[in-house]
């Protein structure tokens, strides 16, 4: 079976992002990227042109730009909660990665934090994730899933209800204002 060509706009955008990231390797503290139409942008910066291809001008493109300086913190939802968009934004992509370990291995951990996931990260069946999941205002979604252990572009999984709850709150984002 032949693969169709991706023509969404937004999953280009997100499997050129989640590539950018994959790049760098693992071990990565979150990164975040807003997304803007690629035509709104080179018509505020004209003389990045010369930088774009033929995909990148298709109609619709969107052009992802990392936020760097991201705040400390452990909590992702404290840093998710703190951000919101000016109206030149057009949506958001966020990668985070994550160990993912089945839900027996779960029980019976030590009461202290740093402890359980000490044990966690022990786990015989734990799995290394990176997860990059992208919104646009009006709503539309994508997840991108990558593990370390099968760690290559043609196996990364791709889905609109991969992180819910994610997805949820990066739109939470556009509501801000």
């Given at each position: 079976?032949?693969?169709?060509?991706?023509?969404?706009?937004?999953?280009?955008?997100?499997?050129?992002?989640?590539?950018?990231?994959?790049?760098?390797g693992?071990?990565?503290?979150?990164?975040?990227?807003?997304?803007?139409?690629?035509?709104?942008?080179?018509?505020?910066?004209?003389?990045?042109?010369?930088?774009?291809?033929?995909?990148?001008?298709?109609?619709?493109?969107?052009?992802?730009?990392?936020?760097?300086?991201?705040?400390?913190?452990?909590?992702?939802?404290?840093?998710?909660?703190?951000?919101?968009?000016?109206?030149?934004?057009?949506?958001?992509?966020f990668?985070?990665?994550?160990?993912?370990?089945?839900?027996?291995?779960?029980?019976?951990?030590?009461?202290?934090?740093?402890?359980?996931?000490?044990?966690?990260?022990?786990?015989?069946?734990?799995?290394?994730?990176?997860?990059?999941?992208?919104?646009?205002?009006?709503?539309?979604?994508?997840?991108l899933?990558?593990?370390?252990?099968?760690?290559?572009?043609?196996?990364?999984?791709?889905?609109?209800?991969?992180a819910?709850?994610?997805?949820?709150?990066?739109?939470?984002?556009?509501d801000?204002?």
């Amino acid at each position: 079976m032949k693969s169709q060509p991706v023509l969404d706009p937004l999953a280009i955008a997100v499997l050129d992002t989640e590539r950018h990231v994959a790049a760098a390797g693992w071990d990565q503290p979150p990164r975040l990227f807003a997304l803007v139409r690629t035509a709104d942008l080179l018509e505020r910066e004209p003389h990045l042109h010369a930088q774009m291809g033929p995909p990148d001008l298709a109609a619709g493109a969107l052009t992802a730009i990392e936020q760097e300086g991201l705040p400390a913190t452990s909590s992702i939802e404290t840093l998710i909660g703190r951000i919101a968009w000016p109206d030149e934004v057009d949506g958001c992509a966020f990668a985070i990665e994550r160990m993912v370990v089945p839900p027996e291995a779960e029980r019976n951990l030590p009461e202290r934090p740093d402890e359980a996931v000490e044990a966690l990260a022990a786990h015989p069946d734990r799995k290394d994730v990176r997860l990059v999941a992208a919104v646009l205002r009006d709503g539309q979604s994508i997840c991108l899933l990558r593990q370390r252990d099968h760690d290559s572009d043609d196996a990364v999984a791709t889905g609109t209800d991969i992180a819910p709850g994610l997805v949820a709150a990066l739109l939470a984002t556009f509501d801000a204002g």
